[in-house]
């Protein structure tokens, strides 16, 4: 159950020290104004943000997984490059949590320039759909974490799970996918199917893939 995880009442109760320590030395001191800007939801095994990390080196990012063992997994991973590499990897660090129902105990209106969901968890029998990480509820909710001009990005290999997300995206009034050029100018999108865990498993696979890639907008009646 959710009782085995500590949840911050609000994201002002994030304590980022013990994050990311280089960038907040010490427990409650807020002497960086950096916030976390991007989060990958589910991350299994953090290829992701390992990719992310070096690419963005001023970016604080964080990967979200319900899976203890997996989490904790990641945390050392993400320990032994930091020793491994000084002054490397200190703006990646892993939460083990519920993103489903804990993203507003993380994240303020408006704080994330990109969410990632990455190859999630299929749930394919109609009765789950309520588990799909991607609904039209959620999306309510990561539109208002997410800054006008950010991005959510998802990819998978099945394709009704692809269809299903991308409906969900251009129904929402607050989506809009991103254009041809636009994708093949953003250096992130290809590392949705190359950098993840999955994502090498499906291309050694040779499976398909279906991403959908949208901007959060703002409301027609929102400046
Ligand atoms: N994104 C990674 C990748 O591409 O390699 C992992 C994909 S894996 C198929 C889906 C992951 O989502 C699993 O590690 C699972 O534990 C995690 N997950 C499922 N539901 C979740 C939830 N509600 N909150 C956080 N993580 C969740």
Redo the contacts with the bound molecule.
Sequence with gaps: SDSHFPVPISPSHVDHSLHYPQYFPSSGQADSCKRIQFA??????G??LLSLSTLFPETLMIG????DK?TEYVKERILALRAANPGQYQNISVVR?????YIPNYFEKGQLSKM??????PHFKEKNHRRR?ISPHLLDEYAYALQVGGIIYTITDVEELGDWMKSCLENHPLFEALSKEELEADPVVQLLSSA????QKVARNEGQTFQAVFRRIASSDQT
Aim: a negative charge; one cysteine or more.
């Design positions: 990958d939801i589910g991350c299994g095994f290829g992701l979200m997984e319900l899976r997996v949590t519920n993103s489903m129902k990632f969901f990455l190859f999630p968890d990480v993840t865990e999955e994502g």
